[in-house]
Protein backbone atom coordinates (compact mmCIF):
# COMPACT_ATOMS: atom_id res chain seq x y z
CA UNK A 1 0.00 0.00 0.00
CA UNK A 2 2.74 2.09 0.61
CA UNK A 3 4.45 1.81 -2.37
CA UNK A 4 1.28 2.81 -4.31
CA UNK A 5 0.83 6.01 -2.22
CA UNK A 6 4.34 6.28 -3.17
CA UNK A 7 3.67 6.36 -6.96
CA UNK A 8 0.65 8.55 -6.44
CA UNK A 9 2.57 11.32 -4.87
CA UNK A 10 5.91 10.93 -6.19
CA UNK A 11 7.69 14.45 -6.35
CA UNK A 12 10.14 13.31 -9.44
CA UNK A 13 6.38 13.14 -11.41
CA UNK A 14 6.26 16.26 -14.03
CA UNK A 15 3.05 15.96 -14.09
CA UNK A 16 2.06 15.93 -10.49
CA UNK A 17 4.53 18.87 -10.40
CA UNK A 18 2.83 20.43 -12.58
CA UNK A 19 -0.52 19.88 -10.80
CA UNK A 20 0.95 21.28 -7.60
CA UNK A 21 2.98 24.20 -9.23
CA UNK A 22 -0.37 25.24 -10.83
CA UNK A 23 -2.60 24.97 -7.57
CA UNK A 24 0.05 26.68 -5.45
CA UNK A 25 -0.35 29.63 -8.19
CA UNK A 26 -3.70 29.13 -7.71
CA UNK A 27 -4.68 29.27 -4.52
CA UNK A 28 -3.39 32.68 -3.57
CA UNK A 29 -5.05 34.20 -6.79
CA UNK A 30 -8.55 32.65 -6.21
CA UNK A 31 -7.80 34.70 -2.08
CA UNK A 32 -7.07 37.91 -4.23
CA UNK A 33 -10.42 37.28 -6.79
CA UNK A 34 -12.65 37.45 -3.62
CA UNK A 35 -11.12 40.50 -1.93
CA UNK A 36 -10.99 42.34 -5.43
CA UNK A 37 -14.87 41.85 -5.51
CA UNK A 38 -15.43 42.39 -2.13
CA UNK A 39 -13.71 45.64 -2.73
CA UNK A 40 -15.74 46.45 -6.13
CA UNK A 41 -19.02 45.27 -3.79
CA UNK A 42 -17.98 48.22 -1.22
CA UNK A 43 -16.80 50.75 -4.08
CA UNK A 44 -20.53 50.05 -5.03
CA UNK A 45 -22.36 50.63 -2.37
CA UNK A 46 -20.24 53.94 -1.04
CA UNK A 47 -21.90 56.98 -2.65
CA UNK A 48 -19.42 59.20 -3.00
CA UNK A 49 -17.77 57.05 -4.78
CA UNK A 50 -16.54 57.76 -8.62
CA UNK A 51 -17.56 55.77 -11.07
CA UNK A 52 -14.53 55.43 -12.64
CA UNK A 53 -13.17 54.59 -9.58
CA UNK A 54 -16.38 51.41 -9.33
CA UNK A 55 -15.29 50.38 -12.84
CA UNK A 56 -11.68 50.58 -12.27
CA UNK A 57 -12.12 48.07 -9.67
CA UNK A 58 -14.57 46.10 -11.41
CA UNK A 59 -12.17 45.61 -14.11
CA UNK A 60 -9.05 44.61 -11.98
CA UNK A 61 -11.45 41.63 -10.60
CA UNK A 62 -12.10 41.06 -13.96
CA UNK A 63 -8.52 40.56 -15.20
CA UNK A 64 -7.90 38.19 -12.12
CA UNK A 65 -10.83 36.14 -12.80
CA UNK A 66 -9.30 35.36 -16.83
CA UNK A 67 -6.16 35.03 -15.15
CA UNK A 68 -7.93 32.22 -12.67
CA UNK A 69 -9.66 31.20 -15.58
CA UNK A 70 -6.52 30.48 -17.85
CA UNK A 71 -4.84 27.86 -14.78
CA UNK A 72 -8.22 26.19 -14.33
CA UNK A 73 -7.97 25.42 -18.10
CA UNK A 74 -4.43 24.52 -17.82
CA UNK A 75 -5.02 22.44 -14.12
CA UNK A 76 -8.09 20.06 -16.07
CA UNK A 77 -6.01 18.36 -18.60
CA UNK A 78 -2.91 17.56 -16.13
CA UNK A 79 -5.72 16.25 -13.39
CA UNK A 80 -7.54 14.22 -15.56
CA UNK A 81 -4.46 12.81 -16.94
CA UNK A 82 -3.70 11.91 -13.19
CA UNK A 83 -6.68 10.52 -12.55
CA UNK A 84 -6.08 8.64 -15.75
CA UNK A 85 -2.60 7.45 -14.91
CA UNK A 86 -4.37 6.28 -11.30
CA UNK A 87 -6.65 4.17 -13.15
CA UNK A 88 -4.38 2.65 -15.13
CA UNK A 89 -1.91 1.95 -12.62
CA UNK A 90 -4.80 0.42 -10.34
CA UNK A 91 -6.14 -1.76 -12.83
CA UNK A 92 -2.90 -3.32 -14.21
CA UNK A 93 -0.55 -2.92 -11.44
CA UNK A 94 -2.77 -3.92 -8.30
CA UNK A 95 -4.24 -7.06 -10.21
CA UNK A 96 -0.65 -8.30 -11.11
CA UNK A 97 -0.38 -7.93 -7.01
CA UNK A 98 -3.31 -9.62 -6.44
CA UNK A 99 -2.45 -12.23 -9.28
CA UNK A 100 0.68 -12.74 -7.65
CA UNK A 101 -0.49 -13.15 -3.97
CA UNK A 102 -2.93 -15.97 -5.32
CA UNK A 103 -0.50 -17.63 -7.01
CA UNK A 104 2.33 -17.49 -3.65
CA UNK A 105 -1.05 -18.78 -1.29
CA UNK A 106 -1.94 -21.43 -4.24
CA UNK A 107 1.31 -23.22 -3.65
Same mark, same amino acid.
Given at each position: ??? +?Q !????S %?? @? ?5 I +??? =???? %? ?5 ? +???V? &? &? @?? !? %? ?10 ? &??? /? +? ?11 ? /? /? ?8 ? /??? @??? @?? %? =????? &??F =?E??S??
Amino acid at each position: MEE +RQ !FLYTS %NN @DPLIRDI +RIL =IDIL %NPLASSY +RLLVG &A &A @DE !F %NGITLAHKSDLE &AAI /K +RADDMGHIIDDID /K /KLKPLIKALI /KTM @DYY @DE %N =IINLD &AGF =IENESSD
